[in-house]
């Protein structure tokens, strides 16, 4: 059983900045990060930032500049550096991984979520 767990949440006044973290364990050939996704209050799940192939990176508009998204294969892990949060950034953030399973397996797999809100 493979598991994405998020962390790094919380509360965060406006201007300030929070580090996520998604640490992948398990049964796990490889894994490859795709990327952040967010969903606010009341809205639909939207892409915050992705790695594309190649290594390269990809951002909504409404983050760039002030979030980065990078990957540590060592560690499992993915992180997303969020830098001058606004309130508009409060929402719930998860991670999403396509993790080879056995030799002629991949499975896409998300994590429960973390929570981040920004408000004065």
């Known amino acids: 059983q493979v598991q994405l767990v998020e962390s790094g949440g919380g509360l965060v006044q406006p201007g300030g900045s929070l580090r996520l973290s998604c640490a992948a364990s398990?049964?796990?050939?490889?894994?490859?990060?795709m990327g952040w996704y967010r969903q606010a209050p009341g809205k639909e799940r939207e892409l915050v930032a992705r790695?594309?192939?190649?290594?390269?990176?990809n951002y909504a508009d409404s983050v760039k500049g002030r979030f980065t998204i990078s990957r540590d294969n060592a560690k499992n892990t993915m992180y997303l550096q969020m830098n001058d949060l606004k309130p508009e950034d409060t929402a719930v953030y998860y991670c999403?991984?396509?993790?080879?399973?056995?030799?002629?397996?991949?499975?896409?797999?998300w994590g429960q979520g973390t929570r981040v809100t920004v408000a004065s």
């Open positions: 999403n991984a396509a993790v080879r399973v056995t030799a002629g397996r991949i499975d896409a797999y």
């Open positions: 398990g049964s796990i050939f490889s894994i490859n990060f």
């Open positions: 790695f594309l192939s190649g290594g390269s990176t």
